[in-house]
C-alpha cells in the first residue's frame, strides 16, 4: 500500500506532529510500528492509548517502538549477558501500558527492522532482539519468522503440579466457572479448555474475564477447544480465543498460543507432541517445544509478519 497520513488525531498527541510511523500484523494481531533510532522519541501512556484507538486514531493491539538496546535502561542490563541484542522492542499495550513482550509482535518488529533498512537478515539466518521478557532469537523463513520464546514455567508451579490447574475463569457466555491453568512465558497467561467449538463461540470477550486468583501482574487469559482427534500425523491442533490484558479481544496472542500449547500439552500427559498449530481468529500460528540451555524447555513460534501500510501522524 502506498504511504497515508493520517487525519488529525486529538491533542492528547501534540508533539508527535510529523512522526512517521508503520502498521504491521501478525495473524491479525495488529501493531503501529515507530523507528527511532536516536532514542530521542518519548510516548507518554495517553499518546499511545490515542494512537491505537480504533476509532480516533490509527487503531492497533498495541504500539512497538524499534530503539538500540544501549538506549534504555533494560536494554543496557540485557546487553551485559547478550550484547548481540542490539535492537530493543519497546512493546506498549493499546492502554498505553508497558508489557514485557509480544509474540506476534517480535516477528512483525523484526520484518519492520527489515523494511526499514535497520538490519539485513537473509532467509534462515537468525537475529538476536531484546525485550522486557528478555532476549528473543528470531530466525527469517521466507516471509515467516520462527522465534525462541525462551522457558515457560507454571506461574503457581506447586499447585499446577499437584492438581493440572491452579484457579478459576468466569466469562460472559460461559454457564459456571472454568477450571485454569496459569502459564508464564515471560508475561502471564491463565489458560481455560473448553469442550466444543460452539462453547468457544458462544463465549463472550468484551469484558475481561474473572480469574481467581489472578496473578500479581494480571493476566491474559485463552480459552482453547483441542482438535478431535488431538493429534494426527505426530502435531496436536488447537483452536484458540483470547483476552489480551490492556487490550481486550485479539485476532491472536503469540505468547498465549504458546501459554495454550503448554497448558493442553500437559493435561494431554506423557505421549502428548512436541509440534502443535493454533488456530486463532486471525490465522495459524506454529508452536514447537525442544530443549534448551541449562536443561529448560523452550517454546518456538512461527508464523508470518506483514507490513501493511506507512504513513506520517498529522
Request: hydrophobic share 40%; aromatic share 6%; proline share 6%.
Amino acid at each position: 500500500m502506498d504511504s497515508i497520513a493520517t487525519s488529525t488525531l486529538n491533542h492528547s498527541t501534540a508533539g508527535l506532529s510529523g512522526l512517521a510511523f508503520s502498521k504491521g500484523h501478525g495473524t491479525g494481531n495488529d501493531f503501529v510500528l515507530i523507528a527511532d533510532p536516536e532514542g530521542i522519541q518519548a510516548l507518554q501512556p495517553e499518546h499511545v492509548a490515542v494512537i491505537c484507538d480504533r476509532h480516533r486514531g490509527i487503531g492497533a493491539d498495541g504500539l512497538i517502538r524499534a530503539v538500540p538496546s544501549a538506549l534504555l535502561p533494560e536494554g543496557r542490563g540485557l546487553l551485559e549477558s547478550t550484547p548481540e541484542a542490539e535492537w530493543f522492542m519497546d512493546y506498549r499495550n493499546g492502554d498505553g501500558s508497558l508489557s514485557e513482550m509480544c509474540g506476534n509482535g517480535v516477528r512483525v518488529f523484526v520484518h519492520f527492522l527489515r523494511e526499514e533498512g535497520l538490519i539485513t537478515l537473509e532467509d534462515g539466518d537468525s537475529l538476536v532482539i531484546g525485550t522486557r521478557g528478555g532476549a528473543k532469537t528470531v530466525v527469517r523463513t521466507g516471509d515467516h519468522y520462527a522465534v525462541d520464546m525462551g522457558p515457560w514455567e507454571f506461574i503457581f508451579p506447586g499447585d499446577a503440579a499437584a492438581k493440572a490447574m491452579d484457579s478459576t475463569v468466569s466469562a460472559e457466555g460461559l454457564d459456571v466457572a472454568r477450571p485454569a491453568l496459569s502459564i508464564s512465558m515471560g508475561n502471564p497467561h491463565t489458560v481455560v479448555a473448553l469442550a466444543e467449538l460452539a462453547e468457544l463461540e458462544a463465549t463472550k470477550l468484551f469484558t475481561a474475564p474473572m480469574v481467581d486468583p489472578l496473578p500479581v501482574d494480571g493476566t491474559n487469559v485463552e480459552f482453547v477447544v483441542p482438535a478431535d482427534p488431538l493429534v494426527e500425523h505426530g502435531v496436536g491442533a488447537i483452536t484458540m480465543r483470547v483476552h489480551e490484558r490492556g487490550v481486550g479481544e485479539t485476532q491472536s496472542c503469540g505468547t498465549g498460543a504458546c501459554a495454550a500449547a503448554v497448558a493442553i500439552r500437559h493435561w494431554a500427559g506423557p505421549g502428548a507432541p512436541e509440534a502443535w498449530t493454533v488456530a486463532v481468529p486471525g490465522g495459524q500460528v506454529g508452536v514447537k517445544f525442544f530443549a534448551g540451555p541449562g536443561g529448560h524447555e523452550h517454546v518456538e513460534l512461527s508464523g508470518p509478519a506483514v507490513i501493511v501500510a506507512r504513513g506520517t501522524l498529522s
